[in-house]
């Protein structure tokens, strides 16, 4: 049984245009939140068809595609070769803008460590641990993440069907357990660099994650 939230309701609506770094442009709308359940800043940015106003009469139809990430400082922002979260942003502000949706950006850095804790990890793998055995070393789960603020903010914007898009089934577990029907899984691509090769093979082992790497470089994914 999918579990009663605490509701939460939309705080703010605001229309923020975007531009990328490669000039992709497009416009979202910004929304913030009373009642999350942790208490911290996330925020949606509806794409495409849900760029305008909130309009509580737009929920027919077919599920508009969502995806919720994590925030990653080092990747989104500076461009990290050491993961993928810069590149499946931008590809995902992309999808959603071209489908309609919503982009969920979740205050969790780090897997849920924090931004500090990610940094030793890194300091960590250096030295041959993998992300999730430099996790564990530093006294945290392997990943730390929740999905419940996720579906919280679905419910606040009236969406209780989404197509999903994430590569990660814990994700679609646990939208599914608080409530939101996943219709559709929609993968993303794979963004492969020297420098996160390790990482995103580690994350198809160790995290079950539906990668196909051997498709993109000749890496085997175990
Ligand atoms: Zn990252």
């Not at 416009?27 to 999350?36: H, I, Q």
């Not at 461009?79 to 590809?91: N, T, V, Y």
């Not at 804790?117 to 993440?145: S, W």
């Not at 914007?157 to 197509?163: D, I, N, T």
Request: neutral net charge.
């Amino acid at each position: 049984m999918p579990r009663k939230l605490p509701t939460a309701t939309i705080r703010t609506q605001v229309t923020v245009p975007l531009r990328f770094a490669d000039g992709y442009a497009t416009t979202a709308r910004v929304f913030t939140f009373n009642g999350l359940a942790d208490g911290l800043e996330h925020v949606a940015f509806g794409l495409g068809d849900r760029s305008g106003p909130f309009n509580p009469g737009q929920q027919s139809g077919p599920p508009p595609l969502v995806r919720p990430h994590s925030e990653c400082l080092t990747g989104d922002v500076f461009g990290s070769q050491r993961c993928d979260c810069g590149a499946q942003l931008r590809e995902a502000v992309e999808l959603i803008a071209d489908a309609g949706g919503y982009l969920l950006y979740l205050r969790q850095e780090g897997r849920g460590i924090g931004l500090y804790a990610k940094l030793d990890a890194y300091a960590l793998q250096d030295t041959g641990l993998d992300t999730y055995e430099a996790n564990l070393a530093l006294g945290h789960g392997e990943d730390e993440r929740s999905y419940l603020v996720a579906a919280q903010m679905l419910l606040a914007l009236g969406v209780s069907r989404v197509a999903l898009l994430s590569n990660n089934p814990d994700k679609a577990e646990q939208l599914r357990h608080f409530g939101v029907t996943v219709a559709a899984r929609v993968p993303t691509g794979v963004h492969l660099s020297q420098a996160n090769a390790r990482y995103l093979a580690t994350k198809a082992r160790r995290g079950d994650h539906t990668l196909d790497l051997r498709a993109v470089g000749g890496i085997g994914s175990d």
